[in-house]
């Protein structure tokens, strides 16, 4: 019968472990992001951008950059507005975003993404896309807080 003690130290060490990765979880806030792209390509595509991010009522400069490659044609204009999760302080945004992704755009267009990077932030972003593009490419954005 002394399973049972043992079996119940094991129980409350689990909990109390598992209870660490609420109370991390459930201090990561979210804020707002806007921030506009240029995106040109032909097979292979960059683009590049700037926006804001505003986390805690402070506006942060943020700058954007990236490369797609698969199928890439055109040139078009996207302005994103979205929110950015699971983030403690503003420099979590900065990092790497991958996406696997199609669409396009002639004169006019709509783009919805959702994309994390490697400290667990995680972008929602919808975006209004203006000029002649067609993609159906992987991609990679840079986001850098200034």
Do not use: C
């Amino acid at each position: 019968m002394r399973i049972l003690p043992r079996f119940r130290s094991i129980a409350i060490a689990a909990m109390a472990l598992a209870s660490l990765g609420f109370v991390s979880a459930a201090h990561a806030d979210s804020g707002t992001i806007r921030f506009s792209v240029y995106k040109a390509g032909f097979f292979i595509g960059g683009s590049g951008g700037e926006g804001t991010l505003t986390f805690h009522r402070r506006k942060y400069r943020v700058s954007v950059g990236g490369v797609s490659a698969g199928l890439v044609f055109g040139a078009s204009k996207t302005y994103f507005r979205g929110t950015v999760r699971h983030i403690r302080r503003a420099s979590d945004v900065t990092g790497i975003y991958g996406a696997a992704g199609g669409g396009g755009a002639i004169g006019r267009g709509a783009q919805v993404i959702v994309m994390r990077n490697d400290k667990g932030a995680v972008l929602e972003l919808t975006g209004d896309q203006r000029g002649l593009q067609i993609n159906a490419d992987l991609s990679g954005l840079s986001i850098t807080v200034k």
